[in-house]
């Protein structure tokens, strides 16, 4: 365990997908709305207006949040290949946050994309409480599509934990 001298200030982006179509020949190859380009575009724009880049991606392998990844990363200007991942298609809380903790230690922005209520309950968890109190009453409002929360995390990633970590900002890209 790092101890606080030590351990290496990370940044954290926890993402919902933007708005997608209502049909798909299955759910999980729903493909995003027109709207919901425009939106992930707008949280793209809004993540390098804060300089934030991530240099490790996890994203949902289902459809429309590959789509989400490529708006957002397309206009913040990233080139990061992400790790696309059959499981946090229907991933607990509990089993991202396992996924996010294999994460290598080299990595000090981590981008997560995935799907509602899993999203907000884990960001809602992982919030320490000693952040900012505005992002963290409007991310506990609701958490609808395209809403990113960024938080901030001292340690390695293997140690990230339940109230491990302080919301900084809660966004909901739109356009």
């Given at each position: 365990?790092?101890?606080?001298?030590s351990a290496p200030t990370r940044l954290l982006v926890v993402m919902r997908h933007a708005r997608a179509e209502s049909w798909g020949e299955s759910?999980?190859?729903?493909?995003?709305?027109?709207?919901?380009?425009?939106?992930?575009?707008?949280?793209?724009?809004?993540?390098?207006?804060?300089?934030?880049?991530?240099?490790?991606?996890?994203?949902?392998?289902?459809?429309?949040?590959?789509?989400?990844?490529?708006?957002?990363?397309?206009?913040?200007?990233?080139?990061?290949?992400?790790?696309?991942?059959?499981?946090?298609?229907?991933?607990?809380?509990?089993?991202?946050?396992?996924?996010?903790?294999?994460?290598?230690?080299?990595?000090?922005?981590?981008?997560?994309?995935?799907?509602?209520?899993?999203?907000?309950?884990?960001?809602?968890?992982?919030?320490?409480?000693?952040?900012?109190?505005?992002?963290?009453?409007?991310?506990?409002?609701?958490?609808?599509?395209?809403?990113?929360?960024?938080?901030?995390?001292?340690?390695?990633?293997?140690?990230?934990?339940?109230?491990?970590?302080?919301?900084?900002?809660?966004?909901?890209?739109?356009?």
């Open positions: 365990m790092a101890t606080l001298d759910d999980h190859e729903r493909r995003l709305a027109e709207q919901g380009r425009a939106d992930a575009a707008a949280a793209g724009h809004w993540l390098a207006e804060q300089g934030i880049a991530p240099d490790h991606a996890l994203v949902s392998s289902a459809t429309r949040t590959r789509e989400t990844w490529e708006a957002v990363a397309g206009a913040a200007g990233w080139s990061l290949a992400p790790v696309f991942d059959d499981g946090l298609y229907s991933a607990s809380p509990d089993t991202t946050l396992d996924l996010m903790r294999e994460t290598p230690d080299e990595a000090r922005v981590l981008f997560v994309l995935g799907h509602n209520p899993t999203v907000a309950f884990l960001a809602q968890m992982l919030d320490d409480g000693d952040g900012d109190p505005a992002a963290s009453a409007d991310m506990a409002g609701g958490y609808p599509t395209c809403a990113l929360t960024v938080l901030r995390f001292e340690g390695g990633w293997s140690d990230l934990a339940m109230a491990s970590a302080s919301v900084t900002a809660f966004h909901v890209g739109r356009d």
